[in-house]
């Protein structure tokens, strides 16, 4: 069993199109971290949310911590052929200072011109 | 600035053949070093992670070792490679709370 579940594993759209991908866990987090990685490269740092229910905004990406600090949504709006790539999300877990950073499976975002 | 440097970018190795990357890390002392290894571009799996030099703690029983011979070095490293062990890998680094993590550039381990 994921400790974090993402979805859609897909995603195939046109540019323009809004979209939104999700990270869905049973367990409650301190923080919540989106990366996204593209093809040959290592994953890039987008954002992270601590606070349930908060809301960050990066350019035309949305991000939302749930109430309950237990899944995130990340919203693209009008989007474009440069946020092809993979979204991953991740958390620390462990319960340990040093936990472990755990990553979901990732959403393949692709948007075609 | 901290820099993560990872090397070879790529390396096709034949099958019982041993394997050694490196992972170098500038601009910060005692930083959590962590493995990961992606297969098909999907999701990472944590291999081995480490809090200090000589101090590594695995995560998946397998072909693969870690060390720690310095501060800033991490090495990922196998006797004998098997076909499995194809993959993405990556070397990060850990902020202090260990809640962000930022990557090297990967290495594509191909073994035929």
């Known amino acids: 069993t994921q400790l974090l579940e993402q979805s859609p594993q897909f995603l195939s759209i046109q540019e323009g199109e809004n979209l939104t991908v999700y990270c869905n866990s049973s367990s409650v987090f301190s923080s919540l971290q989106w990366y996204r990685q593209e093809p040959g490269e290592g994953p890039v740092l987008l954002v992270t949310v601590v606070t349930g229910g908060e809301v960050k905004k990066l350019k035309r990406l949305t991000f939302q911590f749930g109430d309950a600090r237990k899944d995130s949504s990340l919203h693209i709006t009008a989007a474009q052929p440069g946020d092809t790539g993979l979204y991953l999300c991740?958390?620390?877990?462990?319960?340990?200072?040093?936990?472990?950073?755990?990553f979901g499976q990732g959403t393949i975002l692709t948007v075609h011109p | 600035s901290q820099t993560i440097h990872q090397w070879p970018a790529t390396l096709v190795q034949p099958v019982g053949s041993p394997l050694s990357l490196e992972c170098t890390v500038e601009g910060t002392s005692n930083p959590n070093l962590y493995w990961y290894r992606q297969a098909a571009g999907r999701g990472l799996q944590l291999l081995f992670y480490s809090v200090g030099i000589g101090q590594i703690s695995s995560e998946v029983p397998q072909n693969l070792s870690a060390s720690r011979p310095q501060d800033r070095q991490f090495i990922l490293s196998s006797k004998k490679l098997l076909l499995s062990d194809s993959g993405f890998y990556l070397c990060a680094r850990g902020n202090r709370a260990n809640t962000e993590a930022f990557f090297g550039q990967g290495t594509r381990l191909t073994v035929v």
């Open positions: 991740a958390v620390k877990a462990g319960g340990t200072s040093y936990g472990k950073l755990t």
